[in-house]
C-alpha cells in the first residue's frame, strides 16, 4: 500500500530542495540533513538560505546526549545556560526532515534566552532523514512507520531526562515546525506538565490509521495547556478552512482550549521560520518568534 504525501511535506520537501541563484555549486540537501549521530553541517547550510541566523554557543552548554526511552538511546540535542539549574524547559520539535543544523540554532536561541532546550530526534528508530534524497520514499520508509504513541512516550522520557539534568519539570513548554506543529498539539493535550505550546504551521486535519489515530481538531477539547498557533495563509498545504475547523473545536472544549489562539500571516508560505531555505520570511518569523517568546512567559514557562 503506497503512503500518501500530504502538501504540506510536499511544500517542505520542495522548499527545501529549491536552491537560490546565490547557492554555491555542489550544495546538496544530504549535506544541508545532517542528523544527529552524523553531525551538523553548519558551514553548508548558510549557502542554501537566502538568510540564515546563526546562534553562538557562547555561554552555552550545547550538544548532543542520548536519552533512554524504555531501552532505545534516543539521540537529541540540547542547550541551556552553563552553571544554570531549575531552568525552565522547552521541547523543540522537527521538521519532517529530523533534526539539522536550523533545529540545533533554534534550541540555541531558546538557551540564550534562559530555557533549558532539548530537540530530540524523533524518526531514530525509523530511520536517518538525511539518507533519502526523494520525498516519497522518505515518507513511505520513515515518516509514515512513526507511530504518535512512540513519540508522546519518547517525549515524556525527554522530560524526565531534564528533570534530572537541571531542568524544572513544572515549568514545561513545547514548540514544533510542520511535522512537528501537529506533534506540538498532540503533545499539549497528552501531558498535563505542558504550561504552554507553540505550534508552526503544523497540519490540524487528515486521514488517521493506526499509527496516527487522532489529528489535533480530535484533541482539540482535551487540551492541558494552551496553544498559540502561527500559521500561513499562502501556505499551499495547510488551507485556512482547516484552521477554522480548529477554531471551532478549541471553543468548544475545556479552558486550555478556549485559552489557545492563532496568528495566521497574510503572505507567509509554508515553513516561513525555516531561515536556511527560500521559504522564509523574516517579518513573520521574528514577529512570531517574539509571540513565541511572550506565549511562554504568560502561560508560566519562565
Not at 149 to 156: E, F, G, I, R, Y
Not at 232 to 260: F, R
Not at 271 to 286: C, G, I, K
Request: hydrophobic share 45%; proline share 7%.
Amino acid at each position: 500500500m503506497t503512503n500518501p504525501i500530504s502538501a504540506d511535506h510536499q511544500s517542505e520537501f520542495d522548499a527545501l530542495i529549491s536552491r537560490p541563484a546565490n547557492a554555491p555549486q555542489g550544495a546538496t540537501r544530504r549535506a544541508a540533513l545532517k542528523v544527529l549521530g552524523v553531525g551538523y553541517a553548519a558551514s553548508t547550510l548558510p549557502s542554501l538560505a537566502q538568510t540564515a541566523i546563526k546562534t553562538p554557543a557562547d555561554g552555552l552548554t550545547a550538544g548532543e546526549v542520548t536519552i533512554e526511552v524504555n531501552g532505545f538511546k534516543v539521540p537529541a540535542y540540547r542547550a541551556f545556560p552553563t552553571g544554570k539549574t531549575n531552568l525552565p524547559v522547552i521541547l523543540v520539535i522537527q521538521e519532517i526532515f529530523g533534526v539539522h543544523e536550523y533545529i540545533a540554532d533554534t534550541v540555541r536561541r531558546f538557551a540564550k534566552a534562559g530555557y533549558m532546550a532539548i530537540a530530540p530526534e524523533l524518526f531514530a528508530r525509523q530511520g536517518d532523514p538525511g539518507e533519502y534524497a526523494e520525498l516519497a520514499k522518505l515518507f513511505a520508509e520513515v515518516v509514515s512507520k512513526v507511530p504518535d504513541a512512540q513519540v508522546m512516550q519518547d517525549l515524556d522520557g525527554v522530560v524526565a531526562w531534564a528533570g534530572n539534568h537541571g531542568g524544572d519539570t513544572q515549568k514545561v513548554g513545547i514548540t514544533g515546525f510542520c511535522w512537528g506543529g501537529r506533534i506540538t498539539w498532540l503533545y499539549a493535550a497528552h501531558n498535563p506538565k505542558v504550561k504552554a505550546s507553540v505550534a508552526w504551521y503544523g497540519r490540524l486535519v487528515g486521514d488517521t490509521n493506526p499509527l496516527t489515530p487522532k489529528h489535533p481538531v480530535n484533541v482539540a477539547a482535551n487540551l492541558h495547556a494552551p496553544v498559540l498557533g502561527l500559521y500561513g495563509a499562502a501556505d499551499t498545504g495547510i488551507p485556512l478552512d482547516s484552521v477554522e475547523k480548529m477554531k471551532q473545536a478549541l471553543a468548544a472544549g475545556g479552558s486550555a482550549a478556549k485559552a489557545s489562539s492563532f496568528v495566521v500571516y497574510p503572505d507567509a508560505p509554508h515553513a516561513f521560520h525555516a531561515d536556511y531555505r527560500p521559504s522564509y520570511r523574516q517579518a513573520p518569523a521574528q514577529d512570531g518568534w517574539q509571540r513565541a517568546l511572550a506565549w511562554f512567559k504568560t502561560h508560566g514557562v519562565v
